[in-house]
């Protein structure tokens, strides 16, 4: 008996550094939210300066510098073995750009804040599809009320950004 106690534990005991990960790493995908925010007011001006492809190419172009130098200071790394990778998987390198370019685009003409919460709408409207469906390899979690409810509060704030 107590050795089944001590395995009901186990999961319990391992569910809470997992939880306190998830608590930490919000407050970091909230700043990088706010990123996002930012570049999209950085890139609206930019494309109507240089062009929307030119500046989607600058803003790739630094980020790829950026990552390059962090890799050559990280230290000895295995590189990928692209060849062997799913394409499927590579996808969001097509992605990138285009939301990017999307950003550039949109941005001078609706805004910032009706820009970020548009994408907003469509991430986790997404995301709960993918969640639900357990699509590329995510653990599902299926939709239940809070989550609809959820989608719609950001519909309804798109709406209400829209007409503001």
């Known amino acids: 008996m107590q050795a089944s106690s001590l395995n009901a ?3 319990a005991a391992a569910s809470k550094p997992r939880a306190l990960l998830r608590w930490l790493l919000l407050p ?3 700043l990088a939210g706010m990123g996002l925010s930012v570049e999209a007011g950085l890139l609206g001006p930019l ?7 030119w500046a989607t190419l600058s803003i790739f ?7 390059f130098l962090l890799l ?10 692209l060849n062997e990778l799913p394409r499927w998987q590579l996808i ?8 990017v370019v999307v950003l550039t685009l949109a941005t001078p003409h609706i805004g910032i804040a009706m820009t970020m919460v ?4 469509g991430q986790v409207g997404k995301s709960v599809l993918i969640d639900h469906f357990g699509w590329f390899g995510a653990t599902r979690k299926r939709v239940n009320g809070e989550r609809w409810l959820a989608l719609a509060l950001i519909v ?6 829209a007409r503001g």
């Open 9 to 11: 534990a186990a999961p």
């Open 28 to 30: 970091l995908v909230i």
């Open 47 to 53: 494309g109507v300066q240089v062009g929307h492809l």
């Open 61 to 67: 172009g630094v980020g790829s510098a950026i990552l």
């Open 72 to 81: 050559l200071l990280s230290g000895p790394q295995q590189g990928p073995a």
């Open 92 to 99: 969001g390198g097509f992605l990138g750009p285009i939301y």
């Open 118 to 121: 548009a994408i907003l709408s």
């Open 156 to 161: 309804v704030a798109l709406v209400l950004i």
